[in-house]
């Protein structure tokens, strides 16, 4: 996904990762926000300020239908 850009948002933050499996998806902020049952304007103001807990992440992505992941590489690209 890391081949859009998405305005002031910057590409190494969450809201970029959500912005961009939005549009790959063909889901709209409002649409996003409707599911989280908040107004379109919360949500892209949550965007703005791209706070968001793990716990927010992985609902987000259970509700647009991905699978949230993190996990911790070292330097020499193994997984711990």
């Given amino acids: ?24 998806l063909g ?5 996003l926000g409707k599911r989280m ?3 379109k304007q ?12 793990p716990a927010d992440l992985k609902h987000i992505a259970e509700l647009i239908g991905c699978e949230y992941i ?3 590489t070292t330097r020499d690209g193994d997984i711990v």
């Fill in 1 to 24: 996904f890391r081949h859009k850009v998405f305005g002031d948002i910057s590409a190494d933050s969450n809201a970029f990762d959500i912005k961009a499996a939005l549009n790959e």
């Fill in 42 to 53: 919360a949500m892209s103001k949550r965007l703005l300020d791209d706070k968001f807990s």
């Fill in 37 to 39: 049952n908040i107004s």
């Fill in 27 to 31: 889901i709209t902020i409002a649409e």
């Fill in 70 to 72: 993190t996990e911790f």
